[in-house]
């Protein structure tokens, strides 16, 4: 979902009806009256632009999951071991947009996990009946806080650049060297690499944030409740050199 923030309105994540435009390398949006106004995307809309082919297989397995969970497996024949599965037409569509359902409940966990950190780091309070994901990604949190020397200087920060505008999860010193760090409550990556996607997003939050020298991942695995740390301070100029073209390329495609 494309996302933009006005220091007159806020956020604003629902453009229908609503127009957009550059002018002198500034993005405006028009609101009701005819009012323009100006308009920072948001990183994750800016590095939406890229195509992201693990997605893609991920939206496909949900529609076959789907269909093993809900599907009548059927036999060609009687002694077979071959097996297929009857679905209805109207099933057809639960099944194709199974994702979107996956999705929603995931980032309904995120936030609450987020929330729940935030609410610890500021107040000590631990999260009253959590769900059992939330749960477990918390104490991973825990368990990741109390192997290092953490000292938090903000939490939930919004960040504005010259075009784009984030909130990061975390600025604070972690064993004495100042961070920003972004909590991820998805699944282990496949060989547990990171996504250059982190990359992209942490590097122009870093270039804003004074004497910030390290940048990282936290993943906060929901169902095993232990933490894997990514600390990709060494990417830094690589990642602020892709996302400042992915930014250029974002406002040429609508300065035309």
């Not at 064993?175 to 409550?185: A, E, L, R, S």
């Amino acid at each position: 979902m494309a996302r933009y923030y006005t220091e007159e309105h806020g956020v604003i994540d629902n453009l229908r009806g609503k127009a957009l435009r550059v002018v002198d390398d500034i993005m405006e949006i028009r609101l009701k009256g005819n009012n323009w106004v100006k308009a920072f995307p948001s990183t994750t809309t800016i590095i939406g632009q890229l195509e992201k082919p693990a997605l893609i297989q991920w939206a496909a397995n949900e529609t076959c999951e789907w269909i093993r969970q809900n599907a009548e497996i059927v036999r060609p024949e009687e002694d077979s071991e071959k097996i297929g599965f009857f679905i209805l037409p109207d099933q057809l569509n639960d099944a194709r947009f199974n994702f979107r359902s996956v999705s929603k409940d995931a980032l309904n966990i995120g936030g609450d996990v987020h929330n729940a950190i935030e609410a610890y780091l500021r107040t000590g309070k631990e999260p009253q009946k959590p769900s059992d994901e939330v749960l477990s990604a918390f104490l991973a949190f825990l368990e990741w806080k109390y192997e290092h020397n953490l000292r938090v200087i903000e939490t939930e920060q919004r960040l504005i650049g010259d075009r784009w505008q984030g909130t990061c999860d975390l600025v604070c010193l972690l064993d004495g060297k100042k961070f920003v760090i972004d909590f991820k409550t998805s699944k282990q990556p496949r060989g547990n690499k990171r996504y250059d996607e982190w990359v992209y997003q942490l590097a122009c939050y870093r270039s804003v944030i004074p004497e910030c020298r390290g940048m990282g991942v936290l993943r906060l695995d929901k169902e095993s409740g232990f933490p894997d740390f990514y600390d990709l301070s060494d990417e830094y100029e690589w990642g602020l050199n892709v996302f400042n073209k992915l930014t250029d390329l974002f406002y040429a495609i609508r300065g035309r």
